[in-house]
């Protein structure tokens, strides 16, 4: 059974950082993208970023792009998604989520993930 749970959530002040951790099992990781999006309050899921568990590729959804890093320990089965200079507007409840490789298409963020897992609750203060 495919599993995935995040972690890592918390209050945080405006400016600050913080590491979330998605720890999978049940899965070969290898063969896996791994993927995290988030979903505000009164707002529609978005995704964040992607990584292949094959070869490390990664690809982020546009506005993501610069504060977000995304990256993995195959050793682990874990998926990292480390967020800088957080901002009020970044709280929300993080999730991961994992799809195969091979079913996987360059709209992921959209509709693309099979398997989801629940969510950290990240709260930025101003």
């Known amino acids: 059974e495919v599993q995935l749970q995040a972690s890592g959530g918390g209050l945080v002040q405006a400016g600050g950082s913080l590491r979330l951790s998605c720890t999978t099992s049940?899965?070969?990781?290898?063969?896996?993208?791994i993927a995290w999006f988030r979903q505000a309050p009164g707002k529609e899921r978005e995704g964040i970023s992607l990584i292949s568990g094959s070869d490390g590729t990664t690809d982020y959804v546009g506005p993501m792009k610069g504060r977000f890093t995304i990256s993995s320990d195959n050793a682990k089965n874990t998926v990292y998604l480390q967020i800088r200079s957080l901002e009020p507007e970044d709280t929300a409840v993080y999730y991961c989520?994992?799809?195969?490789?091979?079913?996987?298409?360059?709209?992921?963020?959209?509709?693309?993930?099979?398997?989801w897992g629940k969510g950290t609750l990240v709260t930025v203060s101003s």
């Open positions: 989520a994992a799809e195969h490789l091979k079913l996987l298409g360059s709209s992921w963020y959209v509709d693309g993930m099979e398997h």
């Open positions: 049940g899965f070969r990781f290898d063969d896996f993208g």
